[in-house]
């Protein structure tokens, strides 16, 4: 089966979006994104192409900028594009340069969705963000929501690229001569994520060279978990509660003892 064809496979077992639905993409002008919009693009979807200048590299996120426009140009789709002082805003939050690039995109994106009539937006993180999420999460301590990694779906949030791996999705962009732009920052090994990519998992692969399907599967068994409880938490909360008046809940100790 092609990539083309797991794509559209994907976005139906996961139930991600219809055919009909208006699409706004992410586009940073990185390989993932470029080959995301591409093939939303060739699948026959409405769609659009939302780019964040973080103003962080200079002249390099200029250039970012200008990929994308003219990507949008060639496939004649709709382009959006706003400018943030990521570094000020992560300074009067108390935030890293991450959190605060992440608070901005995401909700400018949703502003988007909104005014332009869009069903979902589109990110780009694959199989390999996937798990190196989970390791960021087991680092620095987490429940079994965390254990869940990054969900295919959730709200307006749809994430189409997460059956593919990295080796893959640079196989198809290289094979399909598809242009796109590397942020260097992602090669610095300052940042956690980066350093659990370039020297974490190098390492856990020579324990299991199929980490990432490994690790895959896992997630998803922790999902199914994760699902499970929340609608035994649900049915709980239904039986043992009643709401009193406005605000305040009262527990039935019958339905209490009953457990």
């Given at each position: 089966?092609?990539?083309?064809?797991?794509?559209?496979?994907?976005?139906?077992?996961?139930?991600?979006?219809?055919?009909?639905?208006?699409?706004?993409?992410?586009?940073?002008?990185?390989?993932?994104?470029?080959?995301?919009?591409?093939?939303?693009?060739?699948?026959?979807?409405?769609?659009?192409?939302?780019?964040?200048?973080?103003?962080?590299?200079?002249?390099?996120?200029?250039?970012?900028?200008?990929?994308?426009?003219?990507?949008?140009?060639?496939?004649?789709?709709?382009?959006?594009?706003?400018?943030?002082?990521?570094?000020?805003?992560?300074?009067?939050?108390?935030?890293?340069?991450?959190?605060?690039?992440?608070?901005?995109?995401?909700?400018?994106?949703?502003?988007?969705?909104?005014s332009q009539g869009y069903k979902y937006i589109a990110v780009a993180q694959h199989?390999?963000?996937?798990?190196?999420?989970?390791?960021?999460?087991?680092?620095?301590?987490?429940?079994?929501?965390?254990?869940?990694?990054?969900?295919?779906?959730?709200?307006?949030?749809?994430?189409?690229?997460?059956?593919?791996?990295?080796?893959?999705?640079?196989?198809?962009?290289?094979?399909?001569?598809?242009?796109?732009?590397?942020?260097?920052?992602?090669?610095?090994?300052?940042?956690?994520?980066?350093?659990?990519?370039?020297?974490?998992?190098?390492?856990?692969?020579?324990?299991?060279?199929?980490?990432?399907?490994?690790?895959?599967?896992?997630?998803?068994?922790?999902?199914d978990a994760y699902t499970v409880l929340q609608h035994h938490v649900k049915q709980?909360?239904?039986?043992?509660?009643?709401?009193?008046?406005?605000?305040?809940?009262?527990?039935?100790?019958?339905?209490?003892?009953?457990?």
């Open positions: 089966m092609s990539v083309p064809e797991r794509f559209i496979q994907y976005l139906q077992e996961q139930a991600l979006c219809q055919p009909h639905d208006r699409i706004l993409i992410a586009v940073s002008g990185g390989k993932d994104s470029v080959m995301m919009a591409r093939l939303f693009v060739e699948s026959g979807y409405a769609v659009g192409f939302a780019h964040c200048n973080f103003q962080l590299r200079g002249k390099e996120s200029d250039a970012d900028e200008a990929l994308v426009y003219e990507l949008a140009k060639t496939l004649n789709v709709p382009f959006y594009v706003t400018r943030f002082d990521t570094a000020s805003y992560a300074r009067k939050h108390g935030i890293s340069i991450q959190m605060a690039a992440r608070d901005l995109r995401y909700a400018w994106f949703e502003t988007i969705r909104v199989r390999n963000d996937h798990v190196e999420t989970l390791l960021l999460n087991l680092v620095r301590g987490t429940g079994l929501a965390g254990l869940c990694g990054i969900q295919p779906k959730r709200g307006h949030i749809i994430r189409p690229m997460l059956f593919l791996n990295a080796d893959e999705i640079a196989a198809y962009v290289k094979e399909n001569k598809l242009e796109y732009r590397d942020d260097l920052s992602n090669f610095s090994t300052k940042y956690a994520r980066n350093k659990i990519r370039m020297e974490v998992i190098p390492r856990l692969k020579e324990l299991n060279p199929d980490l990432e399907v490994t690790l895959a599967k896992s997630m998803a068994h922790f999902a709980l909360r239904k039986q043992l509660f009643a709401e009193y008046k406005e605000g305040e809940w009262r527990m039935s100790k019958r339905a209490l003892a009953t457990l």
